[in-house]
């Protein structure tokens, strides 16, 4: 049972944010949530010396520092009382025990077959969706999922996976991308445009191939726009990308402005202070919508700003080793790419259950462990 939660633990983890993404299965999902918790932090204490050997990892000691920074951060400005706060602690830091582990004792099966059983999954989503509501342009489509973000979030990510897929792609997989582009943009969500260019820059780079594949995106554009849609590219042609977002980033700056050294605290994250908003603005403004400013909200300019100095130090060093590469250290990087662009307007890097900072902080962790194994002959 233990071996079998130590392997697979980020598969059930990840899966589950897609069941807590669906309404009708919210509550049991969490509570899958909280058995795993509470089984892998047992896990965890029976086997302290192959976990430490782990955790103590050169390849994943970053997320060890980030464990180490919450746990100081806790101990000098919370008190036992905040239960909240050591409820995100003890979360954050099996998560970041649930990774590395699943990585160390897994690593084939995460290299080979764990992102194609994750298409599987959103397959199954978008087929039960498309069965209960197969309108996809009566407004922003959310399917069987409570957000259309969200939605939007599962299609990119499978969408990547089989558009960056080297060998074997069948037919049966090309029209999977498309179903899931074309419901991505469905969606509405304005990051799915990010998602479209980032895509076709890793598959084909800055080529004649992709100069073309731009003025058909462009007529393409200029098209849809003139309909009457709420899809990714309407939406951005009316607001652009960040025009509702700018409302949100003054009241976290401001909210920053109340603890910038200290910060709002661990149980504070991607948080915004309702005291300051006005009141015809509060059904408008309920967080940051920008991972950065959520760290620096959470932790404060100082450990905030390390924090954030550690994660682009990191991501720097493994585009800059795996630029080249193709395959799934390719579509490991889309993933770690995407998410520090969409964490512009959106509250990534900071959450416990949302799918694609899971996802983030996973490929980070398996791309230091892969490049590990390659500097090391392993």
């Not at 909240?84 to 080979?112: H, T």
């Not at 973000?149 to 060998?167: G, Q």
């Amino acid at each position: 049972m233990i071996k079998f939660l130590f392997k697979y633990a980020t598969v059930i983890f990840v899966f589950n944010t897609v069941l807590l993404a669906i309404e009708s299965t919210k509550f049991f999902a969490y509570q899958i949530f909280l058995v795993l918790m509470v089984l892998f932090a047992f896990s965890l204490l029976i086997n302290p010396n192959q976990v430490k050997n782990i955790l103590f990892h050169k390849a994943f000691r970053f997320l060890l520092i980030l464990n180490i920074i919450n746990l100081v951060y806790f101990l000098l400005f919370h008190s036992i009382n905040d239960i909240k706060a050591i409820e995100y602690l003890l979360a954050r830091a099996i998560q970041f025990s649930i990774i590395p582990i699943s990585i160390y004792v897994n690593y084939d099966y995460y290299k080979e077959r764990f992102l194609y059983h994750l298409v599987y999954l959103v397959t199954l989503v978008i087929f039960l969706s498309l069965f209960i509501d197969i309108d996809l342009f009566s407004g922003r489509y959310s399917g069987i999922i409570w957000n259309p973000n969200m939605l939007s979030s599962f299609t990119v990510a499978a969408a990547a996976i089989l558009f960056l897929k080297e060998k074997n792609k069948t037919g049966f997989d090309k029209f999977l991308v498309l179903v899931f582009l074309l419901i991505s943009f469905a969606t509405g969500s304005r990051s799915v445009l990010i998602a479209f260019v980032l895509l076709f820059l890793f598959k084909y780079g800055f080529s004649n191939r992709n100069i073309l594949y731009a003025f058909i995106a462009l007529a393409g554009y200029f098209f849809i726009i003139n309909l009457d849609l709420n899809t990714s590219i309407n939406r951005f042609s009316r607001q652009g990308l960040f025009n509702d977002r700018l409302l949100q980033y003054h009241y976290a700056y401001e909210t920053i402005l109340q603890n910038p050294i200290v910060g709002a605290g661990l149980d504070k994250y991607a948080y915004i202070n309702s005291d300051l908003v006005p009141h015809y603005l509060k059904h408008k403004i309920i967080s940051a919508h920008n991972g950065y400013l959520a760290i620096l909200t959470q932790y404060g300019l100082i450990i905030g700003s390390y924090i954030l100095f550690l994660i682009f130090k990191h991501c720097f060093l493994l585009i800059n080793w795996f630029r080249k590469y193709s395959g799934i250290e390719r579509t490991y990087l889309f993933i770690i790419v995407y998410a520090l662009f969409t964490s512009l307007y959106e509250s990534l890097l900071t959450g416990i259950n949302e799918f694609h900072t899971i996802l983030f902080w996973f490929s980070i962790a398996f791309l230091s462990y892969s490049k590990f194994k390659k500097e090391n002959g392993v």
